[in-house]
């Protein structure tokens, strides 16, 4: 089984300003990862994935995240955060193979001051 | 191409009742997934149905099922509605269930 750790349930930054969304999983197999946002009344957008290759990814809007094997982290990140930006994140977890069946992370607000 | 599509959108139902959601995936994706997300609990997964068979199943009674039609559309049920039961139901879709999942808007049940 798996289990995902995000460490911070808040985070407020200026905006303009870097942010870093920190998740951490736990698996005894290989793994695919995943960050989705939620914005108010809406489901899950996925933002970038993990399966294999690089672990340096690239998402939308200006997020990417690096997978560490070592440390079994998947942290979130952006240069330069906007308004727009404040939302839900979710960090998700699947064996490798299959994403199917996800196990998600409580969620990290990100609020985003001006 | 058209995304997930999930009707209806909101529901009120009384406890004891018992509720059907529907779930239309992306055109061509033969995999759909049922996920619940509270407040207390966050997002957890229900069930996953590929050419309709269920493929795999998350640790909800049996008051929960679902199913599968030959056009890939779900539908999800939930006989003797409790309280707890109260929720946003999202359903996400892929191309063949080893690739990444595209969520639908969701339907928010409250059950009073």
């Known amino acids: 089984a798996q289990s995902v750790t995000q460490l911070d349930s808040q985070v407020p930054v200026f905006e303009e300003a870097p942010v870093e969304l920190r998740c951490n999983y736990s698996?005894?197999?290989?793994?695919?990862l995943f960050w989705y946002v939620q914005y108010p009344n809406q489901g899950l957008q996925l933002l970038l994935k993990?399966?294999?290759?690089?672990?340096l990814v690239k998402g939308i809007n200006g997020f990417e995240a690096e997978f560490n094997k070592s440390q079994t982290s998947f942290h979130l990140r952006k240069p330069s955060v906007h308004i727009s930006d404040t939302a839900e994140y979710f960090c998700?977890?699947?064996?490798?193979?299959?994403?199917?069946?996800?196990?998600f992370g409580s969620g990290t607000q990100l609020t985003v001051l001006p | 191409k058209a995304g997930v599509t999930q009707t209806p959108r909101y529901l009120i139902k009384t406890r004891g009742q018992q509720v059907t959601l529907s779930c239309s995936p992306i055109?061509?994706?033969?995999?759909v997934s049922w996920y619940q997300q509270t407040p207390g609990q966050g997002l957890q997964f229900l069930f996953e149905?590929?050419?309709?068979?269920?493929?795999n199943k998350g640790n909800f009674p049996g008051r929960f099922s679902g199913r599968q039609f030959s056009n890939s559309r779900s539908e999800m049920n939930v006989s003797t509605l409790e309280l707890g039961d109260s929720a946003l139901y999202l359903c996400?879709?892929?191309?063949?269930?080893?690739?990444?999942?595209?969520f639908g808007p969701g339907t928010r049940l409250t059950v009073t």
């Open positions: 149905y590929f050419s309709e068979t269920q493929r």
């Open positions: 055109s061509g994706h033969r995999s």
């Open positions: 993990y399966l294999s290759g690089s672990t």
């Open positions: 996400a879709s892929s191309a063949t269930g080893a690739d990444e999942q595209y």
């Open positions: 698996s005894s197999v290989s793994v695919y």
């Open positions: 998700a977890v699947s064996r490798s193979g299959s994403a199917r069946q996800l196990t």
